[in-house]
Nanobody, 124 residues
Framework: QVQLVESGGGLVQPGGSLRLSCLAS????????MNWYRQAPGKERELVASIGSTDGSTSYADSMKGRFTISRDNAKDTVFLQLNSLKPEDAAVYYC?????????????????WGQGTQVTVSS
């Protein structure tokens, strides 16, 4: 059974920091690109950051560059998102996402998995 379980969300004051974690199970984590998305009330879900499966290359939405850092630990099947210098507009539910391919014999199938999300609230 595939699972992505996020943790680390909570209430933080503006300017504060949080570290989100996403523990994966049920698939070969190291072969999947991992992403963090977020969705604020009344807004569309948006991509926050991505990290590659093989070279660990990273990319960020422009508004998060320099403040957020994505990383992964393939030995622990976990992806992290460090959130620094948080602003009230960063408040949202943050979702972990895995994108990859499962192969069985000669057949390969694209897979996309989502976690249940973790709430980040930024308020004084």
């Amino acid at each position: 059974q595939v699972q992505l379980v996020e943790s680390g969300g909570g209430l933080v004051q503006p300017g504060g920091s949080l570290r989100l974690s996403c523990l994966a199970s049920g698939f070969t984590f190291s072969r999947y690109a991992m992403n963090w998305y977020r969705q604020a009330p009344g807004k569309e879900r948006e991509l926050v950051a991505s990290i590659g499966s093989t070279d660990g290359s990273t990319s960020y939405a422009d508004s998060m560059k320099g403040r957020f850092t994505i990383s992964r630990d393939n030995a622990k099947d976990t992806v992290f998102l460090q959130l620094n210098s948080l602003k009230p507009e960063d408040a949202a539910v943050y979702y972990c996402n895995a994108v990859g391919t499962d192969c069985s014999g000669v057949a390969c199938f694209p897979r996309v998995y989502w976690g249940q999300g973790t709430q980040v609230t930024v308020s004084s």
